[in-house]
């Protein structure tokens, strides 16, 4: 039995399996991840016990590297299951000034040993959006600066003046407009147009690029140009039940690690630039992976060294 179980051709056919699996996953399967799967761990666990019996076979007179290299590889195996099985993962919403110890899963809350405040959030740009505005009449396009108080005419005998530009629209109850936040989320720009001896004043919006089409003999458009956002960042200050609280800054790529825990920054809402969503994870397993990367590495150390 231990001698076809640490078989090298039952373990090139678990690797290719195991690979096929991994191929099938990152290009073809729009569904469940198969990582999940049953038959998934079934070929791990295989793999492992296959590691394990062929240095089982060869432990006595085996050198020292070769030990390590198995060890090594079957602990980030069993690793990558006590990750998948004792990983705690939870969302974290929180407002502006909001501080919360409370994480939801799909199906339950829990009450972290900290709490977090979201002092402020932020957007970075790659570069400043800038607007643009296009008129177009009888088959030609003429573009407006798109700066308040920049005017245009065209052939046409048509006039056009930038009165305001907001980068994210809102009304009040008196519907008096006013910016939402500084973040480019809903903008608009608003216009005077003349045109045959009539005046009007009209909002153009961004997102919606369909708005006057019927009324205006001209057809006018405002969009949105180097509009991609970089990162965007949450300032959270973290309060341990006792003991001072930790101002840090948690983005896409900056995790904060606290307590045994790490927040990542996950995502935000376009209609309320003072909320901010957090995940937040707690991996008991990460350390038998590293356990293995150690002695894998060590294996790989000594054996170019003999």
Known sequence: MLRHLSSL??????????????????????GTPVYGSAWFAALGLLLAANIAACSAQRLRTAPLYFTLLHAG????????????????????PLHAGQASSLVYTDTASYTLPFSVKLEDFRLEY???PQGVIAVEEGGRTYILNSKEGAAIKTPGGAALKVLRLVKDFG????????????????????????????????????????????????????????????????????????????????????????????????????????????????DRGVWVVYAGFILLLSGVLLWLRK
Not at 73 to 92: D, K, N, P, Q
Request: net charge positive; glycine share 8%; aromatic share 14%.
């Open 9 to 30: 051709r039952l373990f090139f056919s678990l690797l290719a399996l195991l690979g096929a699996a991994f191929v099938y996953q990152t290009i073809f399967n729009k």
């Open 73 to 92: 590889l079957v602990l980030i195996i069993a690793g990558a299951f006590a990750t998948r099985l004792y990983r705690f993962e939870a969302a974290m």
């Open 126 to 128: 790659y570069a400043e």
């Open 171 to 282: 009304l009040t109850g008196k519907n008096e407009v006013v910016e939402k936040s500084p973040y480019w989320f809903n903008p608009a720009v608003r216009l005077e147009i003349v045109q045959g001896g009539k005046k009007r004043d009209l909002w153009f919006f961004a997102n919606f690029p369909g708005m006057h089409g019927q009324d205006l003999s001209l057809s006018v458009s405002y969009r949105l140009e180097q509009a991609e956002i970089r990162n965007f960042i949450s300032t959270v200050t973290v309060k341990p039940a006792a003991g001072p609280g930790t101002r840090a800054e948690i983005a896409v790529n900056k995790p904060l690690a606290f307590g045994g825990y790490t927040l990542y920054q996950t995502s935000y809402d376009p209609a309320d630039a003072g909320y901010t969503l957090l995940t937040v994870t707690r």
